[in-house]
Nanobody
Framework: QVQLVESGGGLVQAGGSLRLSCAAS????????MRWYRQAPGKQRELVAD???????NYADSVKGRFTISRDNAKNTVFLQMNSLKPEDTAVYSC??????????????WGQGTQVTVSS
């Protein structure tokens, strides 16, 4: 079985920073794209950022220039460095991994989510 475990959420004042981590463990052959999503109360889940196994990144317009996604392939871990946080960044942040446990069969796994709260 595969598990994704997030950490690093919390309460921070506007303008502050947080760093989220998401570590994948279990019987994993390889991980392709890793993504961070967020969902605020009453809103739809949105893609925040993603990163391919080769390191190509993509960001939502709302976080460009403030958030940085990175990964450590040797540790099957993805990070989200969040700077200049705003109250509108408040949400539950979840990681997603598209991975293969067996050759040529890609599956999606989700973490349990971590709360990020930004006070004004």
């Amino acid at each position: 079985q595969v598990q994704l475990v997030e950490s690093g959420g919390g309460l921070v004042q506007a303008g502050g920073s947080l760093r989220l981590s998401c570590a994948a463990s279990g019987s994993i052959l390889t991980i392709n794209t890793m993504r961070w999503y967020r969902q605020a109360p009453g809103k739809q889940r949105e893609l925040v950022a993603d990163i391919t196994s080769g390191g190509t990144t993509n960001y939502a317009d709302s976080v460009k220039g403030r958030f940085t996604i990175s990964r450590d392939n040797a540790k099957n871990t993805v990070f989200l460095q969040m700077n200049s946080l705003k109250p509108e960044d408040t949400a539950v942040y979840s990681c997603n991994a598209a991975l293969m446990r067996t050759f040529a069969h890609i599956e999606n796994y989700w973490g349990q989510g971590t709360q990020v709260t930004v006070s004004s």
